[in-house]
């Protein structure tokens, strides 16, 4: 391996990717771009609910468990009906995903008895912000009829009775707060990298036939391997700075904690690189037209990472031959690392298996890519 031919062959494709604005584009503006929508766009929390009232009573008591609800902060009052048609014609119209019916006795069998009932109804067409707003909405009715029957009871001298002898005290750890964006943020950063590095390295050989340098290429002392490394160096730094941003992103401008080792990151994400521009690379080699090697790229990068790597839905949810097929997919791995580093503090040895992953894909794709590559023009 020359040393001199590698230097030239990375700075030729250097002068490419500076002269081309379509690269610089995709290299520089999309990392931030998708940052941010993808950073403020995806989120798993379900806050300030549209909620319709239906008071039938209209009581200080009745107004009082309408309060609770919004300020739970998972429920927003949207519209107060005052008649069981107008609930329907709301809810068909979408202006609300949930009513509360209060019924017109709701205070006087509360002060009776200590217990009232209330109705909710919820648009399911959503089934995941059904169950989530269901489960809210059962805690807030839980912690208002304790305190009602607390209330209730201590008006007539009496001690409220007590259902029982378990308590259930959860603790959380790794995200305490429960914030769906410290799960997916890291994710994302897997996301970009992954789309990036294997669009740009797509148009490496296939720039080259295209533009009819290849015969130049070929009648040059320069081997496969030294051609493959010249021209995944450029690119390779380009990934590494795309990381550095997005993680310092997800660190300072999101907030999300880091409480792992920074040279754990380093060398993850190095490999995670390595693979991603590997796999860019073959399809530059086996499709010489850049639109279609970049389409290529796109679909064989973009759906397995964001469907089949745990970034959007959990691995252990998936039927199982799913979830064989996401031992194939890389980012896996790599999100799995992320989350550790990011959220456990995870440490190289405890992420042995993903880090061998890795490293056996590294290694595969980058043989597989350097002897894909011929010095003929057949």
């Known amino acids: 391996m020359n040393a001199r031919r590698l230097f030239a062959i990375a700075f030729k494709e250097t002068l490419q990717i500076w002269r081309d604005p379509r690269s610089l584009a995709i290299?520089?503006?999309?990392?931030?771009?998708?940052?941010?929508?993808?950073?403020?766009?995806?989120?798993?929390?379900?806050?300030?609910?549209?909620?319709?009232?239906?008071?039938?009573?209209?009581?200080?008591?009745?107004?009082?468990?309408?309060?609770?609800?919004?300020?739970?902060?998972?429920?927003?009052?949207?519209?107060?009906?005052?008649?069981?048609?107008?609930?329907?014609?709301?809810?068909?119209?979408?202006?609300?995903?949930?009513?509360?019916?209060?019924?017109?006795?709701?205070?006087?069998?509360?002060?009776?008895?200590?217990?009232?009932?209330?109705?909710?109804?919820?648009?399911?067409?959503?089934?995941?912000?059904?169950?989530?707003?269901?489960?809210?909405?059962?805690?807030?009715?839980?912690?208002?009829?304790?305190?009602?029957?607390?209330r209730w009871a201590a008006a007539r001298g009496q001690r409220a009775q007590r259902v029982g002898g378990i308590d259930l005290e959860p603790r959380v750890w790794f995200n305490e707060g429960l914030d769906s964006r410290n799960f997916i943020i890291p994710g994302v950063v897997a996301v970009i990298l992954g789309l990036i590095g294997a669009q740009l390295t797509s148009l490496t050989i296939s720039r080259e036939w295209e533009r009819g340098t290849m015969e130049q290429l070929v009648s040059t002392p320069v081997t496969a391997l030294e051609l493959m490394i010249g021209k995944l160096t450029p690119y390779f730094v380009i990934g590494l700075l795309d990381a550095a941003f997005c993680l310092c992103a997800a660190t300072f401008w999101f907030r999300v904690p880091f409480r792992g080792s920074i040279g754990t990151l380093i060398l993850t994400t190095a490999l995670f690189t390595l693979v991603v521009l590997g796999i860019g690379y073959l399809l530059s080699v086996r499709i010489r037209s850049q639109l279609g090697a970049s389409q290529m790229a796109v679909t064989l990068t973009m759906m397995p990472i964001t469907l089949l790597s745990g970034y959007t839905f959990p691995i252990d949810q998936m039927p199982a031959p799913i979830r064989a097929v996401t031992l194939l997919v890389h980012a896996r791995y790599y999100v799995t690392i992320l989350r550790a580093v990011f959220l456990k503090g995870s440490t190289i040895a405890d992420l042995t298996a993903p880090i061998l992953a890795l490293v056996l894909y590294a290694a595969v794709i980058i043989w597989i890519a350097a002897r894909s590559f011929r010095k003929r023009l057949d």
């Open 27 to 150: 290299a520089l503006l999309m990392p931030a771009m998708q940052m941010g929508l993808l950073g403020y766009g995806v989120s798993l929390d379900i806050k300030r609910v549209p909620l319709c009232v239906y008071d039938e009573e209209n009581s200080q008591t009745s107004r009082e468990l309408m309060q609770r609800f919004v300020a739970s902060h998972w429920f927003a009052a949207a519209h107060v009906l005052h008649d069981e048609r107008a609930v329907r014609d709301t809810m068909d119209r979408g202006g609300c995903i949930g009513t509360v019916t209060i019924p017109v006795n709701f205070s006087r069998v509360l002060a009776t008895t200590g217990a009232a009932s209330v109705q909710t109804v919820f648009d399911a067409t959503d089934a995941n912000t059904t169950n989530i707003s269901i489960g809210y909405a059962q805690g807030v009715i839980a912690q208002t009829s304790s305190d009602f029957a607390a």
